[in-house]
C-alpha cells in the first residue's frame, strides 16, 4: 500500500513537500517514483530513485526545482517541490516498482494521488 500526503494550494514560487509511506505487501526496496496527471493530459513522470538512493532521475521539466529522496528505514520517500509554477499544477501519484523501457518511465503499484494547486 502506498499513501501519499502533503498536498495543498500554494502560490507561485512557494515549496512544497510530499510524502509517500510505503507498507503491506508493498516493497520499500523497489525503485520508487512520483508521477503527476494535470487536468485534461496524460499522467507523467516526474521523479524516480532507486532503491538505495543511489541514482536519481527527473523530468527535464522539474530539474533543478524538485528532490526526490528516500529513508528506507522509515519506509517513506518524498518530493521535494520549490520554485513550483501554475503548470506544475497536477494530481501527483507515487509508485513502487517503477521501470524505465523503451525510453519512458513505467508506474508499478500506485497510491491514490494527491493533489497540488499552485495559484495566485
Known amino acids: 500500500q502506498l499513501v501519499e500526503s502533503g498536498g495543498g494550494l500554494v502560490q507561485p514560487g512557494g515549496s512544497l513537500r510530499l510524502s509517500c509511506a510505503v507498507s503491506g505487501r508493498t516493497s520499500s526496496l523497489y525503485p520508487m517514483g512520483w508521477f503527476r496527471e494535470a487536468p485534461g493530459k496524460e499522467r507523467e513522470f516526474v521523479a524516480a530513485?532507486?532503491?538505495?538512493?543511489?541514482?536519481?532521475y527527473y523530468a527535464d521539466s522539474v530539474k533543478g526545482r524538485f528532490t526526490i529522496s528516500r529513508d528506507v528505514a522509515k519506509d517513506t520517500f518524498d518530493l521535494q517541490m520549490n520554485s513550483l509554477r501554475p503548470e506544475d499544477t497536477a494530481v501527483y501519484y507515487c509508485?513502487?516498482?517503477?521501470?524505465?523501457?523503451?525510453?519512458?518511465?513505467?508506474?508499478?503499484?500506485w497510491g491514490q494521488g494527491t493533489l497540488v494547486t499552485v495559484s495566485a
Open positions: 509508485s513502487a516498482d517503477v521501470t524505465y523501457i523503451g525510453g519512458t518511465w513505467h508506474g508499478g503499484y
Open positions: 530513485i532507486t532503491w538505495n538512493g543511489g541514482s536519481l
